[in-house]
């Protein structure tokens, strides 16, 4: 038997307008580029949900409907399910429904698709406990498996995962990780005894993520057929293909033209051909399977780049800079204690901040040129730091009134008695050198 776990990631972010230096102490309004299309982030999610969104749910449950057998998972971040309720309840809807199947899980995650493992785990630990909550007030489902952004994982993070109680982790399947070993097994990660990890089959992924409507790749046009024997030859060699790509691959990465819509109507029904091939969800993946060896990753693993590594995110001295300076404010952000001013504060953690502030070159730097709505990676940074001046201001003054305004302490007469003889007795023997130094 074998058995595929498709897995779509759900995630639009706060997208920062061009906030520039004379906008700092004056503009508190980050996020909104009214009148710039590139960057409004309601427009933006609207575009999507008609593209990508509404029909791809539609689809999916028209295979649910139609195929028993089928099962998927979805991840979503805070900050899209944030925008789906203000300008798009209709795509919410669609993915509850989607959900209420019983065959659609929801993965944890965090928040705001943030990299706070690596820089707070306070935060991290916050930010992953508002995403249960999210889920569970949206869907009634509490998740059992995590996925931390961008597939980031390390063997610290997987131990975290276990001591919180999940079953699973999700990480990238990397060859230099890997060695000789293959990705369509279940693992056991280092440092853990009960929780398993998944690993995505990257090259069968990327076919769909990033291949698929390239007139250039040497496959194309992939036809479905083609791609259920490439899927049907691992039998005997595997327990599970792991797909794991963006749920927006399907009408906004790769668009409708590409004929990906077809494709993905086809795909349950090709692969279900072969009779010993189903679908299972990442909990029903960890509980049918047993592991077959231990993982050992001691440093960040990601599915970005061919790095496969942080330098994404963090790859250049600008991008160090950022994250590292939105992290420090933690301590005066939160003793604010001021839900507006902590809700802006994490959504600038957002990794794709960071990441449009990329200055690699090659295919990497054209898929993160692709991504970002701004002129260059100087201006993604530029407009950053200027709304994050901004908000490190407005914190400062908070704090500063606080302290300005704070009331006395009261103090009753006993315990101004007390004060007085605890003075009094502090200066005894300044009073005895000043006594034994009168005449007699």
């Avoid at 293959?182 to 998944?198: A, D, E, F, M, T």
């Avoid at 950053?384 to 407005?394: E, H, I, K, P, T």
């Amino acid at each position: 038997m074998l058995t595929v776990c498709p897995y779509f990631h759900v995630h639009q972010p706060h997208r920062i307008k061009r906030y520039s230096i004379f906008d700092i102490g004056h503009d508190n309004e980050y996020f909104n580029a009214s009148d710039d299309t590139d960057l409004n982030n309601g427009k933006i999610l609207r575009k999507v949900a008609e593209k990508s969104y509404l029909p791809t749910t539609a689809i999916l449950y028209e295979l649910l409907n139609q195929h028993p057998e089928f099962r998927f998972s979805l991840s979503f971040s805070g900050t899209v399910l944030d925008q789906f309720e203000l300008y798009a309840p209709e795509v919410l809807v669609a993915f509850q429904k989607l959900v209420a199947t019983g065959r659609v899980e929801i993965l944890a995650d965090t928040y705001y698709h943030s990299l706070a493992f690596f820089y707070s785990r306070p935060e991290f630990e916050r930010q992953v406990a508002h995403h249960q909550k999210k889920i569970f007030d949206l869907f009634g489902v509490k998740p059992k498996v995590f996925r931390n952004t961008e597939l980031s994982y390390t063997n610290d993070l997987a131990v975290w995962c276990e001591e919180n109680g999940y079953l699973g982790i999700m990480a990238e399947g990397w060859d230099p990780v890997l060695g000789w070993r293959s990705p369509n097994y279940v693992y056991q990660p280092k440092g853990c005894s009960r929780i398993k990890v998944l690993l995505k089959n990257y090259k069968l992924s990327d076919d769909i993520a990033f291949r698929f409507g390239n007139q250039g790749w040497g496959s194309w046009p992939l036809d479905v057929s083609t791609y259920a024997k490439w899927i049907h030859a691992h039998h005997g060699d595997g327990h599970t293909i792991n797909l794991f790509m963006d749920f927006e691959t399907f009408g906004e990465h790769q668009w409708e033209d590409t004929g990906i819509f077809d494709f993905l109507r086809a795909l349950p029904s090709a692969l279900l051909q072969h009779g010993d091939t189903s679908f299972k969800t990442p909990t029903e993946t960890i509980l049918s399977y047993p592991s077959v060896g231990e993982i050992d990753v001691p440093h960040i693993l990601t599915w970005a780049d061919t790095d496969r590594d942080l330098t994404a995110w963090t790859g250049n001295d600008i991008q160090k800079d950022a994250i590292a300076s939105i992290y420090r404010m933690e301590d005066e952000v939160m003793k604010t204690k001021n839900s507006d001013l902590i809700e802006i504060w994490r959504r600038l953690q957002t990794s794709d901040h960071f990441y449009y502030m990329c200055t690699k070159w090659s295919n990497d730097g054209d898929v993160h040129a692709y991504f970002s709505p701004y002129e260059s990676p100087y201006d993604a940074y530029i407009a950053f730091m200027n709304a994050m001046s901004d908000l490190q201001l407005r914190v400062t003054e908070m704090l500063r009134e606080e302290e300005v305004f704070k009331p006395p302490k009261p103090k009753g007469l006993w315990v101004r008695f007390v004060a007085w003889i605890m003075r009094l007795l502090g200066r005894l023997p300044f009073i005895k050198r000043r006594l034994g130094a009168q005449p007699s």
